[in-house]
C-alpha cells in the first residue's frame, strides 16, 4: 500500500496510535474528522479531515482529536468497525473487523513508521485500549483494539497489540532499508547510495522509491 505523499508530510511525528469507530464499515463525517487515516470494511484507506501536521508538536487548531490528551505528535488511525459490539460478554456487533480492515493497517502503519521513523515499540505503536496501561495516559474505558474477530483466539489490548507490532515489523522486512544521503559527499559515494536504494527498492513499488529518493537527497 502506498500512502498518497499529499497525505503524509514531513514533520516530526513521535507515535501511531490504533483505534475503531465502533460505528459501520464506512466513514461518516465524525470519523473524518478525528482521525487522519480511516479504513474502511473492504480495507480502503480514506484520508480523514485534518493533516497530520496539525498533531505535530503542539497541536493546532483544526487537529485530530482522537485520543484523550494523547494528540501531541500522534497519528490516529481507525477501522471502520465493530458499531453495537460489546465488551463482557464480548460480542462484535453487526460490523466484525474483517482481515482486510486488519491487513491494510498493517501495511499502513508500516509505511508511517517508514516515513516518520517511528521505531516499532508499545510506547510508539498502540492502540487506544493500550494508551493507558503504555503512556499512563487516563482514558474513559477505551477497549479498541484488544479483540480480533477473525482471530478469536487473540484476546485483550496486550495480545492484540502484540500482535500488531508483530505484523508491523514482519511488513517492514519488504521496505527498503535505505541510508541516508549526505550533502557534500562526493558523487561516487552518491551514485553507490543511489544504486543500493535502487535495488532494495524495486520490490516497495514505485511511488514509495521516488519517495526515499527523494528524502534523502533534500
Known amino acids: 500500500m502506498a500512502i498518497p505523499l499529499a497525505w503524509i508530510p514531513d514533520v516530526p511525528m513521535k507515535r501511531i496510535i490504533c483505534h475503531w469507530t465502533a460505528g459501520s464499515y464506512h466513514a461518516g463525517p465524525e470519523d473524518l474528522a478525528a482521525y487522519h487515516f480511516l479504513i474502511e470494511g473492504n480495507g480502503r484507506l480514506v484520508k480523514g479531515n485534518s493533516s497530520i501536521a496539525l498533531n505535530s508538536r503542539r497541536v493546532k487548531a483544526g487537529y485530530a482529536a482522537h485520543t484523550l490528551?494523547?494528540?501531541?505528535?500522534?497519528?490516529?488511525?481507525?477501522l471502520c468497525c465493530m458499531g453495537g459490539a460489546q465488551e463482557q460478554p464480548f460480542h462484535t456487533g453487526n460490523y466484525p473487523m474483517t482481515a482486510a480492515q486488519w491487513n491494510a493497517l498493517v501495511a499502513t502503519v508500516a509505511e508511517l513508521c517508514t516515513r516518520y521513523r517511528i521505531?516499532?515499540?508499545?510506547?510508539?505503536?498502540?492502540s487506544h485500549a493500550e494508551v493507558e496501561i503504555n503512556l499512563g495516559i487516563k482514558q474513559r474505558g477505551k477497549w479498541d483494539i484488544s479483540r480480533l474477530p477473525f482471530d478469536p483466539g487473540c484476546v485483550g489490548a496486550?495480545?492484540?497489540?502484540?500482535?500488531l507490532r508483530r505484523d508491523v515489523?514482519?511488513?517492514?522486512?519488504?521496505?527498503p532499508q535505505v541510508v541516508p544521503v549526505s550533502r557534500g559527499l562526493p558523487i561516487k559515494q552518491v551514485v553507490e547510495k543511489l544504486t543500493e536504494i535502487l535495488i532494495k527498492g524495486l520490490a516497495a513499488g514505485l511511488n514509495t522509491l521516488i519517495r526515499e529518493i527523494i528524502k534523502r537527497l533534500t
Open 69 to 78: 490528551n494523547c494528540n501531541s505528535g500522534s497519528i490516529g488511525i481507525s
Open 158 to 163: 496486550g495480545a492484540c497489540g502484540d500482535r
Open 169 to 175: 515489523a514482519a511488513a517492514m522486512g519488504t521496505v
Open 119 to 126: 521505531p516499532i515499540g508499545p510506547r510508539t505503536v498502540l
